[in-house]
C-alpha cells in the first residue's frame, strides 16, 4: 500500500514538472509573427456603419514555421499536408452575416488557420441569439457582432489578420467589402434583396462564393445538402432567391449552396407591438426591407450549416476535391411535363412562350405548395403524394389573368376541361359569379408573392 501510495505522489509530482516546463518553454519560444493582428486605426460610428480597419496583409505560408502555430494547426497539415495547409494561411475569406450560421463558418476558418478574415455584419448579439452563436457569452450582449467575434478570435488563433466591420452590406459598401481580392465569398445574409445584391456582385467580380439558404424551422441535420442553387428544393429563400436572379440578371446558376431538403417544419411567428396585440412588421423596421418577424430556430442546425459551410470552403482552399452527394429527387420527370405542357399551351393559346417565367423547380412549387397535385377547384382533403400522379395526365398549367405573363403568382392548375373554360372567361365573371373560388385562388397566389418576396 505504501509503495502504492509512493507511485502516485511521484506521479503527481512529475505531472506539475511537466505542466510547469511546458509553460516555461511556450513563453521563452522564439514568435516569428506577432500575436496581434493589427494596430486599430479607426472606430468610425454612425447611423449605419461601425467600423474597425486593421493590417490587410494576408498571413504568409513562412507562418507555419512558427512553433506554436504549427502545433496548434498540426491535424491539418497531417490531412492537408504542409504544402496545402500553406494555401490556406496565404488566404483571405470574407465573411457576411454573423448570426448562427455565418459565426459558426467563420470560427472554424479561424481555427482552420485562414490566414485573413473580414467580418460584416450591422447587428448586435442578442440574448435571443445566444442559443446558436457560436462564441457570444451574456457579456458580449448589445456588442456588434462583428467586434464580437473579433475579440474572442484573437483568444483562439492570434496571427490571423482579422478585420471587423459593423457595415450593412448594401450597393454603396460592395467596394468596401469585396475588394482585395479575396479567395472566397460566404454569404450568411437571410435578407433576400441583400442576399441578391451580394451574389450579383460576386457573380460580376468573379468572386467564389458559397451561400446559404435557410437554416430556421428545421430540424434534421442528415438533409443538409451543397450543390448547387438550381438543385436545392424546399426552401423557400433559395426559390425566391433563385427566381430574383433568374429574372432580374439572367443568372441561372453557378452558384454553390449550402441547404436543407427538410421542409420547415414551422412558419414565421405573429408580430406583436407593445400592446400585445398583431401588428404590422413593417412599422417597427430598423433597417427597410429587413424581417422583424421571428422564425423559430433550433440552434443546432444553423451551427452544422456554418459548419458545413467552414469545411467546403477550406477543402476548396487547399486544392481538396470533395465530390458531394448529389440530390436525387425522383418526381422531377412528373414537374417536366406539367413545365412543357405549360410551353405547349403558351404557344398555341398567345402563339409564343416567350412569358412564361418559371422553371421546373418553380413549377414543382406551384404543384405541390400551392396547389397540393390537384385542381384549384378540387377541395378534397388529399395529400401530396406518389398517389397524385396517377391524375397527372388531366391536369395542366394556366394563367390565372391572361393579361399577365405566366409567373409563379399568375398560374392555376386545372384539368384540361375546365382550363378550356377558364380562357374563355374573364377574371370579373368569375368574381362576379363565384365570389368565394376567386377569392381562395387570390389568396394562394399571394402566398406565392410572398414566398418570392414579388
Known sequence: MAQKAKYLVLLGAGAILGSAATLAIFKLLPRRVGRHCGNLEAIELNDRKFSEDVSHDVAGPDLLMDEIVSEQLTRNIQF????????????????????????????????????????????????????????????????????????????????????????????????????????????????????????????????????????????????????????????????????????????????????????????????????????????????????????????????IFGQVMASYVVTQLAGLQVPMEPVVNFDMDHYRVLHQRLIEHEELQYGTAEQVQVDVEEVMYIAKELWHGRSARDQSPKDVGRGMWRSINDLILIRWDHSKPASVSNLVLLKFKEADEHESRSLDDIKEEEPEFFARVTSVLKRAEFDFGL
Open 80 to 303: 492537408f499536408g504542409l504544402e496545402h495547409q500553406k494555401k490556406v494561411v496565404s488566404s483571405y475569406v470574407v465573411v457576411i452575416g454573423l448570426g448562427g450560421v455565418g459565426s459558426h463558418a467563420a470560427s472554424m476558418l479561424l481555427r482552420s488557420g485562414v490566414g485573413k478574415l473580414l467580418l460584416v455584419d450591422f447587428d448586435q448579439v442578442s440574448v435571443s441569439s445566444l442559443n446558436r452563436h457560436a462564441v457570444a457569452t451574456r457579456e458580449d450582449v448589445g456588442t456588434p457582432k462583428a467586434l464580437c467575434l473579433k475579440k474572442h478570435f484573437s483568444a483562439i488563433f492570434p496571427e490571423c489578420h482579422v478585420d471587423a466591420k459593423v457595415l450593412l452590406y448594401d450597393s454603396s459598401s460592395e467596394d468596401e467589402i469585396l475588394s482585395g481580392h479575396p479567395d472566397y465569398v460566404l454569404d450568411c445574409i437571410d435578407n433576400i434583396d441583400t442576399k441578391v445584391a451580394l451574389l450579383v456582385a460576386c457573380v460580376r467580380r468573379g468572386l467564389k462564393v458559397l451561400s446559404a439558404t435557410g437554416a430556421g424551422a428545421r430540424a434534421d441535420p442528415t438533409r443538409i445538402r451543397v450543390a448547387d442553387l438550381r438543385e436545392s428544393t424546399n426552401d423557400p429563400l433559395s426559390r425566391s432567391v433563385r427566381h430574383r436572379l433568374r429574372k432580374d440578371y439572367g443568372i441561372e446558376g453557378g452558384i454553390p449552396v449550402v441547404f436543407s431538403l427538410e421542409k420547415p417544419k414551422v412558419k414565421l411567428l405573429p408580430f406583436k407591438g407593445p400592446s400585445g396585440g398583431e401588428e404590422n412588421p413593417s412599422d417597427y423596421q430598423v433597417v427597410p426591407g429587413f424581417r422583424v418577424r421571428i422564425i423559430p430556430v433550433l440552434g443546432t442546425i444553423p451551427a
